[in-house]
């Protein structure tokens, strides 16, 4: 303990020091020495030959503002030499704490073995700062490395100990994609680690790492939340600046040593040796820059010429296609991106088994207001009416299929009489459905001139799209064309972002009750529908697929009929285009006073039930394998 509160002592004491205007990609090209037992290209170092690092050790600098710096990356592009300037610079010129984590405690001490001891001899202006390895010498181990000022602690992120065994102004979390999720029932090992950091105002966060699978992967989460920089450099040919991707790589015949890369501007070819002016001429572009994070991403595309060429990116792209296990490290290690797992769709069958009590076209007790949505076929249309509660918890009220030939107006009258329903409530009151969304794929004209004549805000022509970057995009207004006449500015079709609903909603269906019998936000309520309807609704999947290496996400079916999730997603998307995202408290209330029963006597509205076919399952034909 006392030699604990001597460290910090020490450290605490050496921050009220100015800092050096030195900053850190400076330090390295005047002091760093690249040992031979630890790189491939021993000597002196050269921020010229990888300029992408420059920021990136400079945002680590001390006279920078910034406090987290991450770093997601692909292979070969020196993201570990920038760890290791952070760590010479800091015991060499801004002496404090240090914590250095790797996934493990063996992996810890290799390091140490094979980069941070080599560092340190390498550098004659580090050698007698760090204490000689004694062996009854505890100043200078394995896992600590005492200096004037500070102390260098290095870690697994499997030991909860060593997470927690000191304060540090500056943490060095390398690969933290390979990290457990939990470390010895403690907790996160990450936020564990940052803990240390709490007591120091000018400190540091350095995270590393080559993510993993999306939706789990620590780096991807904390780039998506940091200023988000990519590394644009110009075209040889046209000089407009772009980031490298993936999918402007061409070669030829299965040959690797053919790549080159296509400016997506200009078309012009770019070949391998022009990589090195390039980078010597990009620089760092912010697409999140209201985020104080500083994070970067970067591909093995951009490793310096004679370190990763875009022909080895080639190679191990072909030796890895349609292998999905090494397909996956190629996406993780080569691209810098996370690999997408497919999308499996929650058991019809849990779903089944958990359905409600409640009566159909009875609005339960949370439900506050209705939307629908409406799936167009040639000779049918099939709805769903939801409501609607607080945290977007719902409730199926019922679902229908309006039987004719869509081409005829007769099934569109019917759609119109039963649009304007009102169902009952359980407390008494009675309700309308306030926005009806409806698929415009299929009978698109007829679907225009449909919305066209519903009251105003009423009724929604969508589209869907797998494209979408939101659920719920801006209209746009379409001609419409009745009986050979085109009526401009006839009706607006919104696009929905079908990809986006479906992962929301599968998350929803996968939920389960909380402890104390409450229901989470975004819990989807069911009556007693037969199989038929939860075998639609988990119809899809999610998969990846990679055309010529670059990731395309894709929703297939599972089975050949699935209108019951495309109404289940209309009717969200109804739900947003009425503003339930941005609901207030005042407006929750306002729904909930208007189903007191003494507040709807005034309405004298007749609940309408024409009859219209309840839900029931089409003949099962043999030879659909899925089910």
């Known amino acids: 303990m006392a030699d604990a509160f001597i460290i910090y002592n020490d450290g605490f004491n050496a921050g009220l020091k100015p800092e050096p205007l030195m900053n850190i990609s400076e330090w390295a090209d005047k002091y760093r020495i690249l040992s031979q ?73 290799r390091t140490s073995k094979t980069r941070i001891d080599p560092m340190f001899a390498a550098i004659p202006e580090l050698n007698g700062l760090i204490s000689t390895r004694r062996s009854k010498d505890a100043s200078n181990t394995t896992l600590m490395k005492e200096f004037q000022g500070g102390v260098l602690v290095l870690t697994g992120a499997n030991s909860a100990i060593g997470l927690r065994s000191m304060p540090v102004r500056y943490i060095f979390l390398d690969e933290i994609d390979a990290y457990k999720g939990d470390v010895e029932g403690e907790g996160d090992p990450v936020n564990l680690a940052i803990k240390r950091t709490s007591t120091f105002n000018r400190r540091k966060i350095f995270m590393v790492s080559t993510p993993t699978i999306q939706g789990v992967s620590r780096i991807e989460d904390e780039y998506i939340l940091s200023d988000q920089r990519h590394y644009i450099v110009p075209c040889p040919h046209c000089k407009n600046k772009q980031v490298l991707k993936w999918k402007q790589i061409y070669w030829e015949n299965k040959d690797p040593q053919t790549a080159v890369y296509i400016c997506e501007f200009c078309g012009g070819v770019i070949e391998e040796h022009y990589k090195t002016w390039m980078l010597e001429h990009g620089e760092w572009q912010r697409f999140n820059p209201e985020s104080k994070v500083a994070g970067f991403h970067l591909s093995s595309l951009y490793s310096p010429v004679g370190w990763f060429s875009w022909a080895d990116a080639v190679k191990q792209f072909l030796d890895a296609n349609k292998k999905d296990n090494l397909l996956k490290v190629w996406v993780n290690t080569v691209l810098g991106e996370t690999w997408l797992e497919k999308g499996e769709a929650p058991e019809w069958q849990i779903l089944f088994d958990r359905r409600e009590d409640y009566q159909q076209e009875i609005i339960p007790s949370g439900g506050l207001f209705l939307t629908a949505g409406a799936d167009v076929q040639k000779d049918r249309i099939e709805c769903e009416v939801v409501a609607w509660g607080r945290n977007k918890e719902s409730w199926s009220v019922g679902y229908f299929i309006i039987n004719g030939d869509t081409a005829r107006e007769s099934v569109w009258n019917e759609l119109t009489e039963f649009s304007h329903r009102y169902f009952e409530h359980s407390s008494g009151a009675i309700l309308p459905i306030s926005r009806f969304a409806i698929d415009s794929g299929f009978a698109t004209q007829q679907v225009y001139d449909w919305v066209r004549k519903q009251p105003l805000n009423f009724a929604m022509a969508v589209k869907g799209t797998d494209n979408g970057v939101t659920p719920l995009g801006l209209p746009t207004r379409v001609d419409l064309n009745i009986n050979g006449k085109k009526l401009r500015r006839g009706a607006k079709v919104w696009a929905v972002g079908t990809s986006i609903l479906k992962s929301e909603l599968y998350q929803y269906l996968r939920l389960t009750r909380n402890e104390d019998d409450s229901y989470p936000a975004g819990y989807c309520h069911f009556p007693k529908y037969d199989s038929e309807y939860f075998k639609q609704l988990t119809a899809e999947q999610l998969v990846t697929k990679v055309v010529r290496g670059y990731q395309k996400r894709e929703w297939q079916k599972t089975r050949e009929r699935n209108e019951a999730l495309d109404c289940r997603i209309y009717a969200r998307a109804a739900s947003i285009s009425y503003g339930i995202e941005q609901f207030s408290e005042a407006k929750w209330k306002n729904l909930e006073k208007a189903l007191i029963p003494a507040q709807s006597e005034t309405f004298d509205i007749p609940v309408k039930k024409k009859p219209i076919k309840a839900f029931k399952p089409d003949l099962i034909k043999a030879e659909d394998p899925y089910l």
């Open 37 to 109: 037992k630890a790189s491939a290209e021993p000597g002196r170092w050269r921020t010229s030959r990888t300029p992408y690092l420059k920021e990136i050790m400079d945002c680590l600098s001390p006279y920078s503002g910034i406090e987290k710096v991450v770093f997601m990356k692909g292979a070969q592009v020196g993201g570990t030499e920038v760890g290791n300037n952070f760590l010479g610079y800091i015991v060499h010129l801004s002496p404090g704490p240090i914590m250095m984590v790797m996934p493990t405690v063996d992996g810890a001490k």
